[in-house]
């Protein structure tokens, strides 16, 4: 039997060795502790975690308007966020759980498209796949949706979901089938505008031509940017558009002119272009738009017109020419009738008619040759002092005969003394003319009492309501007891072409222009014109009002007996190739005491004048025998012997370039024939003055 020692020192031994095994395990037991309370916070706060980002993804699928889906590629099955509802019209639940629900709502031309997509980028380890299709809703039609996918995976590169949105793109297309069309309508508007469409930045650098542009020029739109256009502009214009379009960039001119552009065959046709700016609502120009239209045909209308126009100035000059020939000796035997004198009334009488309708012939030649007065229907006066007592008196007595032919009796009533105004004498009678006219046209010889017609000239009161007329107002009226004139006849009697309709005005026939013309006439008068009438058969009267002048002190129109001695010795030189012209001048001058002789052609003439050097010559322009007028001019200013010769053209042609040859030529008056008696005897005259100066010792 074995024996056991026991002790105090084993005792404790044994007691250490369990307290120390009951403190290990203690220990243990507190980190088993510890682990299970820190294993339950971690699966706690994961799950926490999981609440969080369920609460999210939840919220998230709340607040987005897009439609989100969740597919578990694991289980393959689908979630849906409540947007199905606004975007599909159905609830998530009748789209189902798996794919099959979405997949058989894409449009069948897209179905093939979108799977392969798809399968392709969760096969070929691709994080996300995107696919633009049509989507079915539950009403049946299709919708565009934009497709996004994102892919998860595993540690190991397996799929394991897929979470993506739609966008629905109906409003997108829709905006852009708009633009579209917007951009189709103004394409087809600039293609359709008849002129040729440009556009630059708001630096001036060019950058969209239209196609019309292009077909012309036959260049293409990109070869023509920036400043390049202008290599298709004529050479001859280059420089001055690209000088306008810079001061138009600038601010300082507006973009606006017309040059020519080379076609594409080459040649060059004119356009008419304009620029604009483009500004934004703070003013500042972000772009230029403009437009050239093709005006070559109109240039060269306006070419042919200028020719047909220089053709008819050339045929008018012609012609004025041709007719003023024949007035010259006619003017001029009267002007020889006034000086020999009669004392016979009746040849009185008919010479000063003879003189006065040649210088209404001659003024009516000079408003043919004014192209610009007839290009602006408008006729310029020569004013000057003149009695109109006088001018009523002669102009009725010139249709008293005409009147008193139709039985129409003519009584004139005006003051002793003249009425003077400043107006041009020609129109003042063609105004009362057209009146006396007009009444004996509407008078008719069978009236009651007789057809009548009266004229009355006075003075009388500024007109109420008008400037001027300080002197008051000469009022010339013309009544007549003919068929009269109705309301709306008298409204528009001063029309042009406009004419009564009774039966005895188309009898006499006529435009309807006259009276258009006496109004027109008393206005640039600084006058009025009025009608009046008490009904059809009641007569008319029409007033003229004109603004009196200042009362002439004297007459001035005489010359005196000095004027006339001093015209003795004074040698004139004639040189005319219409002989009835060149004599008939001859013997007027030599009437008025000049020492005349006369040559039909230029090289006489200028024979003449070196043979026997004249003070004065008289030159007609359009001579015979291979030297005119101007040649003869110059001959005359070559020659030292003439060189105090005063040169007077005396001619038919009259324009401004007529006298400005004659200038050019040495002449140092110019008239147009046939000139009246006083403007000849100036001319004559100045010779003289001018003589006289050289001649004194004050002078040298």
């Given at each position: 039997?074995?024996s056991?020692?026991?002790?105090?020192?084993g005792?404790?031994?044994?007691?250490?060795?369990?307290?120390?095994g009951?403190?290990?395990?203690?220990?243990?037991?507190?980190?088993?502790?510890?682990?299970?309370?820190?294993?339950e916070?971690?699966?706690?706060?994961?799950?926490?975690?999981?609440?969080?980002?369920?609460?999210?993804?939840?919220?998230l699928?709340?607040?987005?308007?897009?439609?989100?889906?969740?597919?578990d590629?694991?289980?393959?099955?689908?979630?849906?966020n409540?947007?199905v509802v606004?975007?599909?019209?159905?609830?998530?639940?009748?789209?189902?759980?798996?794919?099959?629900?979405?997949?058989?709502?894409?449009?069948?031309?897209?179905?093939?498209?979108v799977?392969?997509?798809?399968?392709?980028?969760?096969?070929?380890?691709?994080?996300?796949?995107?696919?633009?299709?049509?989507?079915?809703?539950?009403?049946?039609?299709?919708?565009?949706?934009?497709?996004?996918?994102?892919?998860?995976?595993?540690?190991?590169g397996?799929p394991?979901?897929?979470?993506g949105?739609m966008?629905d793109?109906?409003?997108?297309?829709?905006?852009e089938?708009?633009?579209?069309?917007s951009?189709?309508?103004h394409?087809?508007?600039?293609?359709?505008?008849?002129?040729?469409?440009w556009?630059?930045?708001?630096?001036?650098?060019?950058?969209?031509?239209?196609?019309?542009?292009?077909?012309?020029?036959?260049?293409?739109?990109?070869?023509?940017?920036?400043?390049?256009?202008?290599?298709?502009?004529?050479p001859?214009?280059?420089?001055?558009?690209?000088?306008?379009?810079?001061?138009a960039v600038?601010?300082?001119?507006?973009?606006?002119?017309e040059?020519r552009?080379?076609?594409?065959?080459g040649?060059?046709q004119?356009?008419?272009?304009?620029?604009?700016?483009?500004?934004?609502?703070?003013?500042r120009?972000?772009?230029?738009f403009?437009i050239a239209?093709?005006?070559?045909?109109?240039?060269?209308?306006?070419q042919?017109?200028r020719?047909?126009?220089?053709?008819?100035?050339?045929?008018?000059?012609m012609?004025?020419?041709?007719?003023?020939?024949p007035?010259?000796p006619?003017?001029?035997?009267?002007a020889?009738?006034?000086?020999?004198?009669?004392?016979?009334?009746v040849?009185?009488?008919?010479?000063?008619?003879?003189?006065?309708?040649?210088?209404?012939?001659?003024?009516?030649?000079?408003?043919?040759?004014?192209?610009s007065?007839?290009?602006?229907?408008?006729?310029?006066?020569r004013?000057?002092?003149?009695?109109?007592?006088?001018?009523?008196?002669?102009?009725?007595?010139?249709?008293?005969?005409?009147?008193?032919?139709?039985?129409?009796a003519?009584?004139?009533?005006?003051?002793?003394?003249?009425?003077?105004?400043?107006g041009?004498?020609?129109?003042l009678?063609?105004?009362?003319?057209?009146?006396?006219?007009?009444?004996g046209?509407?008078?008719?010889?069978?009236?009651?009492?007789?057809?009548?017609?009266?004229?009355?000239?006075?003075?009388?009161?500024?007109?109420?309501?008008?400037?001027?007329?300080?002197?008051?107002?000469?009022?010339?009226?013309?009544?007549?007891?003919?068929?009269?004139?109705?309301?709306?006849?008298?409204?528009?009697?001063?029309?042009?072409f406009?004419?009564?309709?009774?039966?005895?005005?188309?009898?006499?026939?006529?435009?309807?222009l006259?009276?258009?013309?006496?109004?027109?006439?008393?206005?640039?008068?600084?006058?009025?014109?009025?009608?009046?009438?008490?009904g059809?058969?009641?007569?008319?009267m029409?007033t003229?009002?004109?603004p009196?002048?200042a009362?002439?002190?004297?007459?001035?129109?005489?010359?005196?007996?000095?004027?006339?001695?001093?015209?003795?010795?004074?040698?004139?030189?004639?040189?005319?190739?219409?002989?009835?012209?060149?004599?008939?001048l001859?013997?007027?001058?030599?009437l008025?005491?000049?020492?005349?002789?006369?040559a039909?052609?230029?090289p006489?003439?200028?024979?003449?004048?070196?043979?026997?050097?004249?003070?004065?010559?008289?030159?007609?322009?359009?001579?015979?025998?291979?030297?005119?007028?101007?040649?003869?001019?110059?001959a005359?200013?070559?020659?030292?012997?003439?060189?105090a010769?005063?040169?007077v053209?005396l001619?038919g042609?009259g324009?401004?370039?007529?006298?400005?040859r004659?200038?050019?030529?040495?002449?140092?008056?110019?008239?147009?024939?046939?000139?009246?008696d006083?403007?000849?005897?100036?001319?004559?005259?100045?010779?003289?003055?001018?003589?006289?100066?050289?001649?004194?010792?004050?002078?040298?």
């Amino acid at each position: 039997m074995r024996s056991t020692r026991v002790d105090g020192t084993g005792d404790q031994r044994t007691e250490g060795a369990t307290a120390a095994g009951q403190a290990e395990v203690a220990l243990r037991e507190s980190e088993a502790r510890d682990r299970a309370a820190s294993a339950e916070a971690a699966r706690l706060e994961a799950e926490a975690a999981v609440r969080r980002s369920e609460e999210q993804y939840r919220l998230l699928n709340r607040a987005t308007n897009d439609v989100i889906w969740d597919w578990d590629l694991e289980t393959n099955r689908v979630y849906w966020n409540g947007a199905v509802v606004q975007h599909f019209g159905c609830t998530p639940e009748e789209l189902g759980d798996g794919p099959e629900g979405w997949y058989d709502r894409i449009h069948p031309e897209d179905r093939a498209r979108v799977s392969e997509g798809i399968r392709a980028a969760i096969e070929g380890n691709g994080e996300s796949w995107t696919d633009e299709y049509r989507f079915r809703k539950s009403d049946g039609s299709y919708a565009p949706f934009l497709d996004r996918g994102y892919i998860g995976r595993s540690a190991s590169g397996a799929p394991t979901r897929m979470i993506g949105s739609m966008l629905d793109l109906t409003e997108r297309h829709r905006a852009e089938a708009a633009l579209r069309e917007s951009e189709l309508f103004h394409r087809q508007t600039l293609e359709s505008i008849p002129g040729m469409v440009w556009a630059t930045r708001p630096d001036g650098y060019c950058e969209f031509f239209s196609e019309q542009w292009v077909e012309f020029t036959g260049v293409p739109a990109e070869r023509q940017f920036g400043d390049r256009w202008l290599e298709v502009l004529h050479p001859d214009d280059r420089e001055r558009v690209f000088a306008s379009w810079r001061a138009a960039v600038g601010g300082l001119a507006p973009y606006d002119l017309e040059y020519r552009v080379r076609w594409r065959d080459g040649g060059y046709q004119w356009f008419k272009v304009r620029g604009r700016p483009i500004r934004d609502a703070s003013g500042r120009i972000v772009r230029w738009f403009g437009i050239a239209i093709n005006i070559h045909e109109l240039k060269l209308a306006e070419q042919a017109l200028r020719d047909a126009d220089r053709r008819k100035d050339e045929f008018l000059a012609m012609l004025a020419h041709e007719l003023r020939n024949p007035l010259a000796p006619v003017r001029t035997a009267v002007a020889m009738l006034r000086r020999v004198g009669t004392a016979d009334p009746v040849q009185r009488r008919a010479r000063d008619v003879i003189d006065r309708q040649v210088t209404h012939m001659v003024r009516l030649i000079d408003d043919l040759l004014d192209i610009s007065r007839i290009a602006r229907g408008r006729i310029q006066l020569r004013k000057a002092r003149c009695d109109l007592v006088g001018i009523v008196r002669q102009t009725a007595e010139d249709y008293r005969a005409n009147l008193e032919a139709d039985g129409v009796a003519l009584s004139v009533s005006a003051p002793d003394e003249p009425l003077w105004v400043e107006g041009d004498d020609t129109r003042l009678a063609q105004m009362l003319g057209n009146l006396l006219q007009n009444a004996g046209k509407f008078t008719d010889a069978g009236a009651s009492g007789g057809g009548r017609v009266w004229v009355c000239v006075e003075a009388g009161p500024p007109e109420p309501g008008r400037d001027g007329g300080v002197f008051g107002q000469a009022v010339i009226a013309v009544e007549d007891n003919g068929v009269g004139m109705d309301s709306g006849l008298l409204s528009r009697i001063f029309d042009p072409f406009s004419q009564a309709d009774q039966g005895l005005a188309r009898s006499k026939g006529g435009l309807g222009l006259g009276l258009a013309l006496v109004k027109g006439l008393v206005e640039l008068h600084g006058g009025t014109v009025a009608a009046h009438s008490e009904g059809p058969g009641r007569g008319s009267m029409f007033t003229l009002r004109l603004p009196l002048a200042a009362p002439a002190a004297r007459d001035l129109s005489a010359a005196s007996d000095a004027e006339e001695a001093s015209r003795q010795g004074v040698r004139v030189l004639v040189i005319e190739d219409n002989h009835d012209a060149a004599e008939s001048l001859e013997m007027l001058l030599t009437l008025s005491g000049y020492d005349v002789e006369t040559a039909f052609d230029g090289p006489t003439g200028l024979t003449a004048a070196r043979t026997r050097p004249p003070d004065v010559v008289l030159c007609d322009l359009g001579l015979p025998g291979g030297m005119d007028g101007y040649d003869v001019a110059r001959a005359i200013r070559a020659e030292p012997s003439l060189a105090a010769t005063r040169l007077v053209a005396l001619s038919g042609y009259g324009q401004d370039e007529d006298r400005r040859r004659s200038r050019e030529a040495g002449f140092d008056k110019h008239l147009v024939k046939p000139a009246e008696d006083t403007a000849l005897m100036e001319a004559l005259s100045a010779g003289r003055r001018e003589l006289r100066s050289a001649a004194s010792p004050l002078s040298r």
